[in-house]
């Protein structure tokens, strides 16, 4: 299981006090103080890597502007540190491809419990390997690769998840708090809307234009995953 932690933050207090709550946590850790400096760490410790705590607002380079340059080949998950608390900035930060995001000031047990969510995840991509399939999309798990109409879709981690687990129980209604408990975990502190957000994510690049989206909203009570449209009625 991958233990490292690569930290990137220009405040040096807060990168020096996550260092020791994190190895007390037994993770290693590496630490960056600008967007440079962390696409060299990045380029050397990527294969040991768990995750990427990666602020926003950094020198020489933003922390958006090295998220889209690790998403160009890698989808090691990223957790967005950062004190801006638009919602527009936290959506922006998902939609270039980063995992969670958390909003400085934060204590340190919801870091971890979000921390705990990837780790589990990881664990879980040991399981038996498995294609799902609705219609035209694909999800393999052995390739962890997801194809629509032949295509290759590029997911988030948690996108990934989202998918995964709407079409292991299809036609079956979740709420937003159940998919937050077995997506998320839940330890998960974030809000609730996250999951709107990603049920969207999932219809742009998996659905298209297309007039039947792959998950439905049930009014008033959360989604489902439609039937295929090969066994509907």
């Known amino acids: 299981m991958k233990k490292t932690i690569l930290i990137v933050e220009d405040e ?31 380029d050397q410790y990527k294969n040991d890597l768990l995750l990427i705590l990666l602020d926003w607002m950094l020198p020489k380079l933003d922390g958006m502007e ?32 980063a995992d969670d995001y958390i909003t400085k000031p934060f ?9 705990r969510v990837i780790q589990r995840r990881a664990e879980n991509q040991t399981e038996p390997n498995q294609i799902y399939q609705l219609d035209d999309v694909i999800l393999d798990t052995k390739a962890h690769r997801v194809t629509c109409a032949g295509a290759e879709v590029q997911l988030t981690h948690r996108e990934y998840d989202l ?11 979740f709420t937003r708090d159940d998919l937050l408990d077995q997506v998320w975990g839940a330890d998960f502190l974030g809000q609730q809307n996250v999951v709107d957000v990603y049920v969207g994510y ?14 439905k909203t049930v009014r008033g ?9 090969a066994n509907a009625n």
């Open 221 to 229: 009570v959360g989604y489902k995953l439609r039937k295929s449209t």
């Open 163 to 173: 998918l995964q687990f709407f079409l292991a129980h299809p036609d079956q209604v």
């Open 66 to 97: 090295v998220l889209r340059r690790i998403r160009k080949h890698d989808q090691v998950p990223v957790i967005i540190m950062t004190a801006r608390d638009y919602i527009g900035d936290k959506v922006a930060g998902l939609d270039n491809g």
């Open 12 to 42: 040096l207090s807060l990168s020096g006090y996550l260092t020791k709550e994190l190895q007390f946590e037994d993770f290693d850790v590496v630490v960056a103080n600008d967007g440079l400096a962390a696409m060299a760490s990045y």
């Open 107 to 115: 204590e340190i047990e919801e870091l971890l419990a979000r921390i």
């Open 202 to 215: 999932l219809r742009s690049k998996v659905d298209g234009d297309s007039p039947t989206p792959l998950i």
